[in-house]
């Protein structure tokens, strides 16, 4: 199964490629371009504001995620995978009506593992780079990150309104779009978000600089301090000392383990339940995972705790037919709404994909993550090649030159990864069917249908 999985991934990738190569190569290069120009125009525009700058530069990367959206829709297409999604994974909505309603839906959840694997703070790091650049490190125009920093350190509670405003307006506006259906709104949702998640990279970073510092002057971190002497006295009794364990312990996990497996397991992971999500995979929400899990409970009880769920239930049925509340008490249940809405808006969409992805077995998941891998490798080869080549060069070459030679590193190796997870989303679907018809013509023998054979793919994967 590993070699038939590890065939199947890189024969179908590289076909896939070469099929859609016109196409894939025409929506990249017009998703960098566009990249290209917003962040050029958004370090010109911090001559006239540097608040001009940060409402400019979100728009580079959402072009960038829309390229990446469209690429993951055309080899979906190709493959024929939203025909492959069982009913009771099927998301049934107009995501196929028009690229403007695709995007409005898939947006939102790409920004978040964005931010969440450091993407969106390696961009605020490369406006730093390009404003540092033009105006010099003795400059005193006023760049984004100086702004920041001033407000940060000298007007923290306005910083603090500004982002509470914008995550506000993003709410406003999502609502607006469900309410209204009106699709440009999905894509300034988007914006927003990607303007919230800048701003709150490049200044939360000082806030939180400046909290742990206020923190460390307080009082009450003596009073921990003091009440945790007796258990240091204790570690003292066995020659451990425990500030130093905690601390060799922390850098292990978190300074070596995690970034490995991070990059190795994680990642390429969730890359999948984000392209599931594009093709249609279900997309619950924390109520809907509540109903599910509360739906599954009740065949587990017994007895008077059998009973006990019967009243809640009967409460909470009863309690949804009240009339809406009012006054604080509907105040407080809006904004609860609100705050789990985002989560349901941005990371459970993923997490409900990922949840999917790991049921096609781990004798996929190796072979996917070492063919994923193996993609990450020839992107080090390739960048290592072009700094062998242009490699010595001064400043000002690398201003003019850095983009261009940026799509040389990643072009080749970025539609590698698309199409490879698109063919990996397929392979997925095609084990749960396996599994299915194993299931059915079996269904005494489990470990049979755990371990099923490998079949003739399916009609989207002719031309293996």
Same mark, same amino acid.
Do not use: H, K, M
């Given at each position: 199964m590993l070699w038939t999985d590890l065939r199947i991934l890189v024969t179908d990738t590289g076909r896939l490629c070469w099929r859609l190569l016109p196409r894939l190569l025409?929506?990249?290069? @017009?998703?960098? *371009?566009?990249?290209? $120009?917003f962040s050029a125009v958004a370090v010109?525009?911090?001559d006239v504001s540097p608040w001009l700058t940060l409402a400019i530069f979100p728009l580079g990367i959402v072009a960038e995620?829309?390229?990446?959206?469209?690429? *993951? +829709?055309?080899?979906g297409r190709e493959l024929g995978i939203r025909a492959l999604i069982p009913s009771g994974e099927l998301v049934?909505?107009?995501r196929d009506a028009g $690229?403007?309603? @695709? @995007?409005?839906?898939?947006?939102?959840?790409?920004?978040?593992?964005?931010?969440?694997?450091?993407?969106?703070?390696d961009a605020a790091y490369a406006l730093y780079v390009q404003q540092m650049a033009r105006y010099g490190l003795l400059s005193d125009t006023p760049t984004v990150l100086g702004l920041l920093n001033d407000l940060a350190t000298q007007h923290t509670w306005r910083l603090v309104m500004i982002v509470i405003t914008l995550y506000v307006a993003r709410r406003l506006v999502d609502l607006a779009h469900e309410q209204t259906g009106w699709r440009p709104l999905g894509l300034l949702v988007a914006v927003l978000e990607a303007f919230f998640v800048l701003l709150l990279v490049m200044g939360g970073i000082r806030i939180w600089q400046l909290a742990k510092i206020w923190l460390r002057d307080r009082a009450f971190m003596r009073w921990i301090e003091t009440a945790l002497e007796p258990l240091e006295q204790l570690f003292a009794l066995i020659r451990i000392n425990l500030p130093e364990l905690v601390v060799r312990v922390w850098d292990f996990v978190f300074g070596q383990v995690w970034p490995v497996l991070a990059d190795t397991l994680v990642q390429p992971l969730v890359w999948l339940a984000v392209a599931a999500i594009i093709y249609g995979s279900n997309v619950m929400s924390l109520a809907e995972l509540n109903r599910t899990v509360r739906d599954q409970l009740p065949g587990r009880y017994s007895g008077?705790?059998?009973r006990r769920a019967a009243r809640r239930a009967e409460r909470r049925t009863a309690h949804q037919a009240r009339p809406p509340r009012q006054g604080l008490r509907r105040v407080g249940t809006e904004a609860k709404e609100a705050f789990l809405g985002d989560v349901d808006d941005k990371y459970l969409p993923t997490f409900h994909a990922l949840r999917l992805v790991v049921r096609s077995g781990p004798t996929f998941i190796r072979s996917f993550v070492l063919v994923y891998a193996a993609v990450a490798i020839l992107g080090n080869?390739? +960048?290592?090649? $072009?700094? *062998? $080549?242009?490699?010595?060069?001064d400043l000002d070459f690398w201003l003019v030159y850095d983009p261009l030679l940026d799509l040389i590193r990643t072009l080749p190796v970025e539609l590698l990864r698309l199409c490879l997870l698109a063919v990996a989303f397929r392979r997925c679907l095609e084990l749960f069917d396996q599994r299915a018809v194993a299931a059915e013509t079996l269904p005494g023998e489990a470990a049979d249908a755990?371990?099923?054979?490998?079949?003739?793919?399916?009609?989207a994967g002719a031309g293996r």
């Open positions: 025409t929506i990249w290069l @017009l998703g960098w *371009l566009a990249r290209r $120009v010109i525009d911090g995620l829309i390229a990446i959206v469209l690429i *993951l +829709q055309a080899c049934d909505d107009d $690229v403007t309603r @695709l @995007l409005a839906i898939t947006l939102l959840p790409f920004i978040g593992i964005y931010a969440a694997f450091g993407y969106i703070n008077r705790t059998a080869y390739l +960048q290592r090649l $072009v700094r *062998l $080549v242009t490699g010595g060069r755990e371990r099923p054979a490998p079949g003739p793919l399916t009609p």
